[in-house]
């Protein structure tokens, strides 16, 4: 039997563990819900708004697939099925990258955008009604001060082992 010795414990302090805990288990089931939400509303999995999101927001709607795969915090290769689906679909395509033979960008298409504009309301009424009414506007801030500097030493860490 496997027992977690008290120093182990202690290492992290008892509020810090308590806020982690409850970080995950809010993700957790906050996702779940804006995911189910959006199935059966608009019939598009989370993961697939997500990559339709930030392609909205880049230069000219497209990433190259490692930057794509960074944002959506995926693998390469997870990445690569996700695309492949929704270029199937029509919501994205691929083009090479002019510069980098070996690079390929993912684009999205004029579909994909009226996918993106179809589904938003109801991605966007389940964050108000999951996630954001139930913060002040001061909870708020401080929630994204502290996640912007947490996320910002994860990638700064991960971005050291590669």
């Given at each position: ?92 395509l691929r083009s090479a990258c002019p510069s980098d ?17 179809r589904s938003a309301p109801t991605h966007l009424r ?5 996630f954001a009414s139930l913060l002040t506007e001061e ?24």
């Amino acid at each position: 039997m496997f027992t977690l010795r008290e120093s182990t414990i202690t290492s992290v302090p008892p509020a810090q563990l308590a806020a982690w805990r409850a970080f995950l288990e809010a993700h957790a089931h906050t996702t779940e819900i804006l995911s189910r939400e959006l199935k059966a509303e608009e019939d598009l999995p989370l993961s697939w708004y997500d990559v339709l999101v930030h392609l909205n927001e880049a230069d000219d709607h497209q990433l190259r697939m490692q930057e794509l795969a960074d944002r959506i915090l995926l693998s390469k290769s997870g990445l690569t099925r996700l695309i492949d689906r929704m270029e199937r679909e029509g919501l994205v395509l691929r083009s090479a990258c002019p510069s980098d033979r070996r690079g390929t960008y993912a684009e999205l298409t004029p579909h994909g955008l009226e996918t993106l504009r179809r589904s938003a309301p109801t991605h966007l009424r389940g964050v108000r009604d999951h996630f954001a009414s139930l913060l002040t506007e001061e909870e708020a801030e401080v929630l994204e001060s502290a996640l912007d500097r947490i996320a910002a030493a994860a990638r700064e860490a991960a971005q050291g082992s590669r």
